[in-house]
């Protein structure tokens, strides 16, 4: 048993250390050496300087950006997330369901006989079978995500110049937090939906957390979360850039009236980014989903990799319910990111109201 311990732990550091020399020699900058460093300084008062930036991407005037306490901004990022991710979850309960099995090929016309399914034999909420674990992730998740992009942001802009390389990173480093804090309710969000049998995997969500506990330990709550952290830096650096970098583009040109067209486009731009974001990332998101629901045999990420393409192919293996993401992405990237902003706006509005009162 002992011995057993040692060559798990032994596997989870050279795990951790392929990571790290993958991160390291992606982004190309001494970055990850020097950010204990950077918040050190940040912390004691020097170089406030540079700390005290508010670039122009975000917002019009260099006084809106303190409108927004950190509190409000982590609401409005939280309520963005949970109201999204509730709107799509039976589109990602279909695929997970389909994505975690080798034994069941997939298509738009089995997922639509699958929705049907459970809707005849169990009912409308089966749907919905694993996402008050989304909503506890994502309250968390999406409320990190996009209150630590301006504190990377600015920390990076102390090394970088170029704004699109410094979104990137800031957006990478975020997605990795927030991954980090919160992929213990991935896992068991993963779990209860991608269960085919009509009763749950567990009756609630604490017997599944101390079934996980007891079984596994608690490096089991993170099964698979390898390819989820290399995933999450091109998927997370890709969709906060190209965001941040089209709205910077459209404030700058138009101010305060930019026409619903432009708007429109300006969306589309979005969204397609992250259909290309989620493309290149998606064979990790396969391998995270059935490491997740332990149906791969022990092996390094690659080796799991080979095994899932060797025996299934692309399309049908590594690829497998991608052709759903083309329909979701649309959807929930349009509503997350204009919620938040919707949100955002509001908050300030009322700050202002309040502020023009007193």
């Known amino acids: 048993m002992t011995n057993l311990k040692i060559k798990k732990k032994k596997l989870i550091f050279n795990h951790l250390k ?58 409005a990022g939280s309520l963005a997330g949970v109201l999204t991710k509730t709107l799509v979850f039976p589109i990602d309960r279909v695929k997970m369901m389909y994505q975690t099995r080798d034994d069941r090929t997939f298509s738009l016309g089995s997922g639509m006989r699958t929705t049907k399914h459970i809707l005849s034999k169990i009912g409308i909420l089966e749907l919905w079978r694993g996402n008050f674990a989304t909503c506890t992730k994502i309250i968390p998740y999406s409320g990190v ?74 490096l089991g709550f993170f099964k698979g979360i390898t390819p989820s952290l290399i995933g999450i830096i091109p998927y997370s650096g890709i969709q906060f850039a190209s965001f ?47 490491q997740q629901v332990c149906i791969l045999p022990r092996r390094n990420m690659f080796s799991n990799l080979r095994h899932i393409y060797q025996s299934e192919g692309l399309q049908k293996g590594l690829f497998k319910g991608l052709s759903v993401n083309f329909i979701r992405t649309p959807v929930s990237h349009a509503i997350s990111f204009w919620i938040h902003d919707f949100i955002k706006k509001k908050i300030k509005e009322r700050n202002y109201s309040q502020n023009a009162i007193s």
């Open 145 to 218: 995500s996009f209150s630590t992009f301006d504190l990377y942001h600015d920390i990076i802009f102390s090394y970088l110049t170029s704004p699109f390389q410094i979104r990137v990173l800031a957006g990478s480093f975020c997605g990795i937090t927030a991954c980090l804090l919160t992929y213990p309710f991935d896992l068991l969000r993963t779990q209860l939906a991608a269960h085919w049998r009509i009763r749950s995997k567990y009756n609630n969500y604490l017997f599944g957390i101390c079934e996980i506990t007891r079984t596994e330990g608690f």
């Open 244 to 290: 941040h970098t089209i709205r910077s583009f459209l404030e700058t040109k138009y101010k305060k009236n930019i026409p619903f067209t432009i708007k429109l486009i300006s969306s589309s731009g979005t969204i397609f980014s992250g259909l290309i974001a989620q493309i290149i990332v998606y064979p990790l998101e396969t391998l995270r989903r059935r």
């Open 18 to 75: 392929k990571f790290v020399l993958f991160f390291k020699s992606l982004i190309n900058i001494p970055i990850v050496l020097k950010i204990n460093e950077i918040i050190r300084t940040s912390i004691i008062g020097i170089n406030l300087s540079k700390l005290q930036y508010r670039s122009k991407y975000f917002c019009e005037g260099s006084n809106k950006k303190k409108e927004l306490s950190k509190l409000e901004r982590l609401l």
